[in-house]
């Protein structure tokens, strides 16, 4: 599906499916590398991550450990509420473990922010962060990410797990929403 399967809803494309698999694998080179010889566990963030997750955790070749933790703060508005709500925690003790977090976006940093100082306090061997997208211009706080997939501008974005009001996940790339649809 790409912007004229979506007339309208879409103002424009950013990122191509093709892209996105190009670059997951450059990334999942990189894991691969950085990781040898240690044990990995994949930590999706639902549910934005789930499209993500399928494909990176696909590309990498090598045994990983996958966990998912459902957070949610944007709710069904294009603003983050600034409150991070946990849905659902993770299933698995991470103390002494090297954890990757699997993020789609990284906008205002808020959410990672407060999930690095959650498992912070779990006592994993390593915590690091890979994201899709990065929007650099709306960061309110300063997040290390170790593996980072593309900066986009400071527009609300979907598809590629992208939601808005749970709309558009299932896209294959990722556009900007027309500013019609939330105004
Ligand atoms: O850097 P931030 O400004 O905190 O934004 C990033 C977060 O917002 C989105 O999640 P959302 O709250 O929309 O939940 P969802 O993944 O279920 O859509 C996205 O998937 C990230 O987790
Ligand atoms: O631009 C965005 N689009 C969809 N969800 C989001 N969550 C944070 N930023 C975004
Ligand atoms: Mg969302």
Known sequence: MDSSDLPGDLAKMLVSEEQIRARLAEMARQIEADYEGKDLLLVGVLKGAVMVMADLARELKRHIDMDWMAVS????????????????????????????????IIDSGLTLSWLLENFASRGPASVEVCALL??????????????????????????????????????????VLAPHVYE
């Not at 409150?83 to 991470?94: A, G, H, N, S, W």
């Not at 593996?147 to 979907?158: L, S």
């Open 73 to 104: 703060s944007y709710g069904t508005s294009t603003q983050s509420s600034g409150v991070v709500r946990i849905l659902k925690d993770l299933d698995t003790e991470i103390a002494g473990r090297n954890v990757l977090i699997v993020e789609d």
């Open 134 to 175: 990065r929007k650099p211009d709306a960061a309110k706080v300063h997040i290390d990410v170790k593996y980072a997939g593309f900066e986009i501008p400071n527009d609300f974005v979907v598809g590629y797990g992208l939601d808005y009001a749970e709309k558009y996940r299932n896209l294959r790339g990722v556009g």
